[in-house]
């Protein structure tokens, strides 16, 4: 197809210079467009990392393309009624080209609602430095469907909620549900905490696994993700590719940011058993990563943002165990002495399929830690008066509830 569109072009050029062929040049044009690609959305939006003034979309497309993002504030003018501000997807001072694109939004307001819609045209030949085509624009329907929405952090709220849903392995049925009544209620985000796919294929799995649902339910909705990776993550022939499709400020698969009074830790526990098991072929380097990260954590709660939290929370898939499995154990070991010194007041965990609530010191911490299973959805509100944390099941009745009182600082 791509052949067929170059020589086309080609002919067309070529018959132009004389006008005894133009109408047999203006037949080749039409078919020529006629058999162009259309390039559509086949998954996403994704929003992540937002922040006080941007955010982060991801989303996939049936064809390579060249993409991007046009952003409006939601101030109740048309679309169309100006033209809009485009964001590529780049990398290293050139725009990326793919069916997989990252879009970083910047330079916006702080505790604003803004607008906004995917564009991507169709790569029909690449033939690296000697030339490059693309097809016509196309983008996501902002006649029929209202383009899609997405806010900022506003630093001055005094709370912040948001969902928590983990183990899914690819049940998309379970994860649906679990995911009902997300517009209504609106969380501030849902973090997907590990293991939402026992191994990690391809990108097909991605999408058919969870991110489609995703897109769909959240995506439109403009309620952001927040994902932690599991132990399962690490596997797959596309394991690697974990921070393509989730990318975060760091670079790594751990990091922190601050939402209104709370700061989060998002950990990675790494494998659960050691580096050397069979079942990982010997490409597992968890032990050095983890140790890599104990650094970054030392650093990262001594930072003002964190200091200054009003409710410091920690987002990890396995919990730290020192009679549990390696992975746990190491966690334990080296996370749970920098998270005891830095005061916090929760740590939201999954990996062991069943609900639990662990504060009594068992697992070596001075603070709460609560583990949910791959068959419920946590909520959890942190304001003036403290955490709230609200367990739901997949048919909507709520199976458990707690209070955590504010911390003296």
């Known amino acids: 197809m791509r052949k067929s569109n170059l020589f086309y072009l080609y002919l067309y050029y070529e018959t132009m210079k004389t006008s005894h062929f133009i109408p047999l040049a203006a037949l080749f044009i039409a078919g020529s467009a006629a058999a162009q690609p259309s390039v559509r959305i086949a998954g996403g939006p994704w929003l992540q990392q937002p922040t006080d003034e941007g955010f982060t979309v991801v989303w996939t497309t049936t064809l390579d393309a060249a993409a991007w993002v046009e952003v409006a504030p939601d101030d109740g003018s048309h679309f169309y009624a100006a033209e ?13 080209t793919g069916r997989l694109h990252r879009v970083r939004v910047d330079g916006l307001e702080p505790g604003r609602t803004y607008r906004y819609r995917l564009m991507q045209q169709a790569v029909l030949a690449d033939e690296g430095n000697r030339r490059v085509v693309l097809g016509e624009g196309y983008g996501s329907d902002i006649l029929k469907h209202a383009p899609y929405p997405a806010a900022t952090h506003d630093a001055q709220r005094n709370s912040v909620s948001f969902w928590m849903v983990c183990d899914i392995h690819g049940r998309d049925s379970i994860y649906r549900l679990l995911l009902d009544g997300a517009g209504r209620a609106r969380p501030d985000f849902v973090c997907l905490n590990g293991d939402m796919l026992t191994q990690i294929e391809d990108e097909a799995q991605l999408l058919d696994g969870y991110l489609r649902t995703t ?4 995506g439109t909705a403009g309620i952001p993700i927040v994902v932690t990776r599991g132990n399962h993550e690490n596997r797959g022939s596309h394991a690697s590719r974990f921070l393509d499709y989730f990318p975060t400020p760091t670079g790594e698969t751990y990091y922190g940011f601050r939402q209104g009074p709370a700061y989060f830790l998002v950990l990675d526990g790494g494998e659960d058993k050691p580096d050397s098991d069979i079942r990982y072929y010997g490409l597992a380097a968890s032990d050095a990563y983890r140790a890599q990260e104990a650094a970054w954590l030392e650093r990262a709660v001594r930072s003002e943002e964190f200091r200054s939290a009003e409710y410091r929370i920690v987002l990890i898939h396995m919990p730290p165990d020192a009679e549990g499995w390696y992975g746990c154990r190491e966690t334990a070991r080296l996370f749970v002495p920098i998270l005891n010194r830095a005061g916090i007041d929760l740590m939201l965990c999954g990996h062991y399929h069943r609900l639990d609530y662990i504060d009594d010191g068992s697992h070596g911490t001075d603070f709460p830690i609560l583990v949910n299973s791959d068959r419920d959805r946590v909520a959890v509100t942190a304001g003036p008066q403290g955490i709230g944390i609200e367990v739901t099941d997949t ?3 709520t199976i458990r509830r707690h209070r955590i009182g504010k911390r003296n600082r």
Do not use: A
């Open 215 to 218: 897109g769909e339910v959240l």
């Open 84 to 96: 809009r501000p485009r964001y590529y997807d780049t990398h290293i001072g050139r725009r990326r």
């Open 395 to 397: 048919s909507g009745k």
